[in-house]
């Protein structure tokens, strides 16, 4: 059986140790194929792994349309409702901060993102909901000076992430191992082994289990396989 090259391996161990477990977004109904990508794309690049959304009942994201294969390294989780969700993202020990104007919003670069952090976003047409807001622990605005008064959703939230990242990479956030361990196997089998992976799911066998190196080791799986 023919190894993984050692550089793809450094490098997906690379990426995981600058994943943020801590940080997330939260899509309320963001519909447009181009903007649910971009948020995704984005995310991945600050290092994040896990987002979440509630989608309209007319919106199906499967993820095919994200750019660059960013799908295949950040997972949507879809919830049922915003309440579920948010919920959800709160027993993480999460601070929710909606990017919405009203009375109490503050500067988006005001909010210490060095803490467990979920930023919702909400729909192109009418932004964070009354609901949204008020599950929200605080409301953030991006400062803006000209006629127009919102961005894209997309692009809003690139910008606090942005925040976050450099807050973050300042207190020396990445470079850490931080994902759990189960995780971190799956992701490096998934990406190492995809036909091996192929062969498991489609006979609904275990995976192998990995070297420290990624390379298969698992006396116990090659047996299980020859009885196939």
Known sequence: MQHPSPTRYDKIIALLSNRQPDLTVFMDEVHKPHNLAAIVRTSDAIGIGHVHAVFPPDVKFSGHHT????????????HPDLKTGITEVKKQGMQVLAAHFSDKAVDFRSIDYTKPTCILVGSELVGVSDEAAD???EHVIIPMVGMVQSLNVSVATALILYEAQR???EANMYGELKVPQEEVDYILFNALHPTIKQ??????????KLDDRGNIDDAEWNELRQQI
């Open 67 to 78: 750019a660059s294969g960013s799908k295949r390294w950040v997972t949507t989780h879809k």
């Open 135 to 137: 599950l929200a622990d």
């Open 199 to 208: 062969y498991c799911d489609k006979h609904k066998i275990r995976y192998p």
């Open 167 to 169: 807050q973050r990479a």
